[in-house]
């Protein structure tokens, strides 16, 4: 087979390293793809957004199957694109078409679809510049903290935690009145606080039948001991040590499949993943978020507990019977700690040469944001490489990951050296 994946960062790193491992791909393409990727296949430089050239790519290499990385391409309609051409409406793309991409894409669309579907959620309602009177009257009733979320897609930096109501006021107004978030934040959503600890929960549908992949928990601020700016993940951990098979029964019981089966009811076709984000409020699941892709950096963890070939479980979503493929997971622990560039999420400088990548012992190095430029490997990005190893234990796993993330140098280069210690 000749699959074509598209993105560019960890997470399609990740899947390329997998997929390469399947005796049924012939030929891989990364579009574009980044400096690490082409270990696995071939890079192919055309940008994530550029229906109508991957369309002509996917034909004219004869693509048999697609897989769609990050959210904006599918939010946008990438799988409708090749439904509505005649010619390409026959290669499988796994991730969903644009309406159920709005799980991802419109913060008010899937609060609603979990109102409908009587799925745990945090209670909330939405607001738009017509009606900025009403959020800052509503706010108070709210309680504190209180939770802001831009409508649409604001690149991960959409949701603010308001701990005063004279600074929810304030946010309130400068994403409707100022367009804090552009065009992402014309509506926020103002929803309560849940307290509890975080995980993420991935589900593959084929539209009727499901596969719960393995379960992980990331951590987004860029200090040690959660502190500080909030980025797009600094690294994760699978499996989950308090998602027990209790928890996680609940998980499935009253969010997975009321989930698909609501995707059902409702005809909204669904076919590829669904990250859902979980708050675990004493032993009670709650639903964050909905996205319609898997997570960066979680898919560096979960990937390499995959003992299945990836290529099946996409084949058995491509034809509707996912039912009939058999998910093998390792009872292993996998731990990644993604290297930042210096200053982020703030400024940083890309460019940097990346040296020791031969050094690592016991892990793998995922490359997100690098290029080759010279026969070098440069930082092309804020995250810049995850490093993952899979142990028999959580404090082995992330000692090795933290041990081989220090064997590697680039002019600033930053980790966390705690990734996964609260749980320990």
Known sequence: MNILIIGSGGRESAFAWKLAQSPKCSNLFIAPGNAGTGQYGKNVNIKV??????GDFALSNAINLVLVGPEEPLVKGIHDYFLADEKLKNIPVIGPQA????????????KQFMFRNNIPTAASKTFTLDTLQQGLDYLPTAGLPIVLKADGLAAG????????????????????????FGDASSSVVIEQFLSGIELSVFVLSDGKNYKILPEAKDYKRIGEG???LNT???GSISPVPFADAAFMQKVEERVVIPTVNGLKKESIPYKGFIFI??????GEPWVIEYNCRMGDPETESVMPR????????????????????????SPKTAATVMCVAGGYPGEYVNGQTITGIENVRD????????????????????????VTTVQNNLFEALQHATADAARIYYDGIYFRRDIGFDLI
Do not use: H, P
């Open 306 to 329: 995959i003992e299945s070939d990836f290529v099946d479980l996409l084949l058995g979503v491509a034809n509707e019977n996912l039912n009939t493929v058999e998910l093998k997971i």
């Open 157 to 180: 930096k959409g949701v603010l935690i308001c701990t005063t109501l004279e600074e929810a006021q304030l946010e309130l107004k400068a994403m409707l009145a100022d367009a804090k």
């Open 363 to 386: 892990s793998i190095v995922f490359q997100a944001g690098t290029k080759s430029e010279n026969s070098e490997i440069k930082t092309a990005g804020g995250r810049v490489l995850a």
């Open 99 to 110: 309406e159920g991409a709005q799980l991802e894409g419109s913060k008010d669309f899937s």
């Open 49 to 54: 957004n550029d229906f109508a050239a991957l």
């Open 232 to 234: 797009g993940g600094m």
């Open 277 to 282: 984000g979980l708050m675990n409020c004493g």
């Open 226 to 228: 959660d502190t500080g």
